[in-house]
T-cell receptor, first 118, second 111 residues
Framework: GAVVSQHPSRVICKSGTSVKIECRSL??????MFWYRQFPKQSLMLMAT?????????EQGVEKDKFLINHASLTLSTLTVTSAHPEDSSFYIC??????????????FGPGTRLTVL | QKEVEQNSGPLSVPEGAIASLNCTYS??????FFWYRQYSGKSPELIMF????GDKEDGRFTAQLNKASQYVSLLIRDSQPSDSATYLC???????????FGTGTQLKVEL
């Protein structure tokens, strides 16, 4: 149980294009999903918290107009990197919290999406 | 001061030994604590979580929590080369709130 998928696993795009990444909880409902970014040899950096049916909450320093998040259902959240530039190249990872997970809010991670902007 | 601190390592242990990974946190409102394992190029994988003072065992892994000292640890018994990875400690306040992650400790289990 508690499987989270991401698509695509790897994407290479030209500078200026937009890239959409999907995060799905496969066997549970997730009212809350989280989007992280990780640069090589660095730790996870939380970008935003995505709540089903409401606007995402962005961390300080993360541009909400550049990183568009939509959480339209209890099993799907999407992150769109708009007008991507080489400095946006990173490993993007989503996680989801089981709606029935109770008080301890453990998060289950997707496999990640490696974005390379040329 | 970082909210969750870990020694970056690398921590090297011989195969079969006990690996001890440590983590401290600054937010006394933290109620739940998590250990994740991350292999290079992969996403984190939940190993275990703990929320009560004391020890919690799961197979070769034991998590220890001391809220008075704001200290969490993970012991890995009979370490195997496949345990070589970065171990992330995370703390949460509960109620679906976000987790705060440490920077991770790199563990190397040597043959």
């Amino acid at each position: 149980g508690a499987v989270v998928s991401q698509h695509p696993s790897r994407v290479i795009c030209k500078s200026g294009t937009s890239v959409k990444i999907e995060c799905r909880s496969l066997d549970f409902q997730a009212t809350t999903m989280f989007w992280y970014r990780q640069f090589p040899k660095q730790s996870l950096m939380l970008m935003a918290t995505s709540n089903e049916g409401s606007k995402a909450t962005y961390e300080q320093g993360v541009e909400k107009d550049k990183f568009l998040i939509n959480h339209a259902s209890l099993t799907l959240s999407t992150l769109t990197v708009t007008s991507a530039h080489p400095e946006d190249s990173s490993f993007y990872i989503c996680s989801a919290r089981d709606r029935e997970g109770g008080h301890y809010n453990e998060q289950f991670f997707g496999p990640g999406t490696r974005l390379t902007v040329l | 001061q970082k909210e969750v601190e870990q020694n970056s390592g690398p921590l090297s242990v011989p195969e079969g030994a006990i690996a001890s990974l440590n983590c401290t946190y600054s937010d006394r409102g933290s109620q739940s604590f998590f250990w994740y394992r991350q292999y290079s190029g992969k996403s984190p994988e939940l190993i275990m979580f703990i929320y009560s003072n004391g020890d919690k065992e799961d197979g070769r892994f034991t998590a220890q929590l001391n809220k008075a000292s704001q200290y969490v640890s993970l012991l890995i018994r009979d370490s195997q080369p496949s345990d070589s990875a970065t171990y992330l400690c995370a703390a949460g306040r509960g109620g679906g709130n976000k987790l705060t992650f440490g920077t991770g400790t790199q563990l190397k289990v040597e043959l």
